[in-house]
């Protein structure tokens, strides 16, 4: 295989975004999942019960965003940005990369919460056994289990309703949350092409 068809490769499955992304994902859910599970073993029940249902909405939350952004158009945001709401360059970016966007909403966060509320939900059933001895394993195994997976999937569900009828509004709140974070942390979510990127695009 020549070089040119290795890169043709590279950049038709976008390998560029794609491993970096399973490799932070490998890492983040490791170290999400070690911490969680030392955390809920620090309090009481109620509490790890908080946490577990504080991950799940954190999955539904971004389940919401990455479909919103499949969904919307970027029309009404240049309008915006035409008037210089500086939310709106960003809720454009989030548009046109709409796959990149929900690929990290629904996928790596989406798995991640999804991993962690098993670890949680494991730690919470051995809590439950420890603190009532006279507890079946299998049976609060099975009724948690069917808890975190039916809130999840109703939740995700009622989501993705709410993401269609209103992904315009979504993806600018998510656009002001992200001018946000940059203005604190001083960091660029989306790089801006250079001027010699901008003329040689408006020279084609």
Request: net charge positive.
């Amino acid at each position: 295989m020549s070089k040119i068809e290795d890169d043709s490769l590279y950049n038709k499955y976008n390998l560029k975004w794609v491993i970096p992304i399973t490799l932070w994902t490998f890492i983040i859910s490791i170290t999400l999942s070690v911490f969680s599970e030392s955390l809920v073993k620090r309090f009481d029940l109620l509490v790890a019960f908080i946490i577990l249902i504080i991950i799940i909405f954190i999955g539904i939350i971004f389940d919401i965003v990455g479909v919103a952004v499949t969904s919307a158009n970027e029309k009404p945001f240049h309008a915006m940005a035409a008037n210089k709401i500086p939310e709106a360059k960003i809720a454009i970016k989030l548009v046109r990369n709409a796959g990149k966007v929900s690929n990290f909403c629904n996928d790596v966060i989406g798995d991640i919460s999804g991993i962690l509320s098993g670890a949680i939900s494991a730690s919470i059933v051995i809590k439950l056994v420890e603190t009532f001895s006279l507890l079946n394993i299998t049976i609060i195994t099975i009724l948690l289990t069917a808890f975190t997976a039916s809130l999840t999937v109703g939740g995700k569900g009622i989501g993705k309703s709410i993401a269609m009828n209103n992904d315009e509004k979504i993806v600018y709140i998510m656009a002001k949350f992200l001018k946000l974070l940059e203005k604190v942390f001083n960091i660029k979510f989306f790089k801006e092409k250079n001027t010699k990127e901008k003329n040689a695009n408006g020279s084609k």
